[in-house]
């Protein structure tokens, strides 16, 4: 069995693969040619933390395995990152172990890279101001993902904790070097929201991280970060307002507190959500019509992303001799 580390996976599937994958991936579950049953989440409230377990099977990549992702909040007070993750592969024709490796990493990577195809289909091709809002680990890997597929001049991160600004300002100039000297920081939401063309989201909060009254026409939208119904970090009347492309419409519907809460509450109808990124990646659905629509994508993850990339990370590293190869016998 293959065993490959962060570094490794990093090397071997770099973002604009993973967002190309992501396309690919999205369009097969759309098209209903994989199996992604819903996250099993175990929640331990008395440690502030979630763990959740998510299969995947994508035939057209040859891609079987699971995501094992534990999200512990008291983390940042530690010092620690907030979400560790691991992923493993099966063969599909035997069902041996064929590889398990670091997906933290992964896991930042293929959602960076899933706001970098939504971006990539649905925001104005001279977007040149990002607002990334959340300044963990999944902030760092959405300024890499939309500077990969627009021309970024200016990234606006904000987060509350200066902490954690300063530490995606080192993992900028560590892992993206090439865009690091487009970012600056702020605790203010509102005015770089004001200023943005494309505005990403990853957090956990459970109230809105920005006023819809920010949202300038012709912005897009990704919200990556809440992915449980009681989490909501879009304002409902922005989700009203834009025309919403979803990751895969059931887990979007059962898990996602920004389109769950406006639709109990009246403020949309399920018709407003029935979008899928697949559709528009295939042609299947259209993406933007003007450059004044607000585009919004939604995403609670799937895990598709983790599978393909894995596979893509594994085949690759058969091919160039990289990562460690164990024995479990």
């Known amino acids: 069995m293959l065993v490959l580390t962060r570094g490794e996976v990093r090397e071997l599937v770099p973002m604009r693969d993973a967002i190309e994958l992501m396309k690919t991936a999205f369009a097969e579950l759309s098209a209903g040619r994989t199996i992604s049953p819903l996250r099993t989440v175990i929640p331990l409230p008395d440690r502030e933390a979630d763990s959740l377990y998510m299969p995947a099977y994508v035939p057209a990549m040859n891609a079987l395995g699971l995501k094992s992702v534990n999200v512990f909040r008291r983390n940042a007070e530690r010092g620690l990152p907030v979400i560790h993750a691991i992923v493993s592969l099966v063969d599909p024709e035997t069902g041996q172990p064929l590889a398990v490796m670091d997906g933290t990493y992964l896991t930042a990577l293929r959602t960076g890279a899933v706001s970098g195809a939504a971006a990539d289909l649905l925001a104005r091709p ?112 922005t989700v009203a307002r834009a025309t919403v492309v979803v990751d895969a419409v059931d887990a979007a519907l059962a898990e996602a507190g920004d389109l769950i809460m406006p639709l109990e509450k009246g403020q949309v109808s399920r018709d407003h959500l029935s979008r899928e990124l697949g559709m528009v990646a295939s042609g299947a659905a259209p993406g933007r019509t003007s450059s004044e629509e607000v585009t919004l994508f939604k995403s609670v993850g799937n895990a598709v992303q983790d599978v393909v990339v894995a596979r893509r990370a594994v085949d690759r590293a058969h091919e160039r001799g990289i990562g460690a190869e164990i024995d479990l016998s």
């Not at 760092?140 to 904000?158: L, W």
């Not at 987060?159 to 605790?187: C, G, H, I, K, Y």
């Not at 203010?188 to 990403?200: H, L, N, T």
């Open 126 to 237: 001279e977007s040149r101001v990002l607002a990334a809002i959340g300044a963990g680990a999944q902030g760092v890997t959405q300024i890499a993902a939309v500077c990969t597929v627009r021309p970024i001049e200016r990234v606006i991160a904000v987060d509350v904790n200066e902490q954690a600004l300063d530490r995606l300002r080192e993992a900028m100039r560590r892992d993206w070097p090439e865009f690091a000297d487009r970012v600056e920081t702020t605790s203010d939401a509102s005015a770089a929201v004001r200023e943005a063309d494309i505005v990403c989201t990853a957090t956990t909060s459970r109230t809105p991280v920005f006023s819809d009254a920010d949202i300038r026409p012709g912005t897009h939208v990704s919200g990556v970060g809440a992915y449980t119904p009681e989490m909501q970090e879009l304002p409902a009347e």
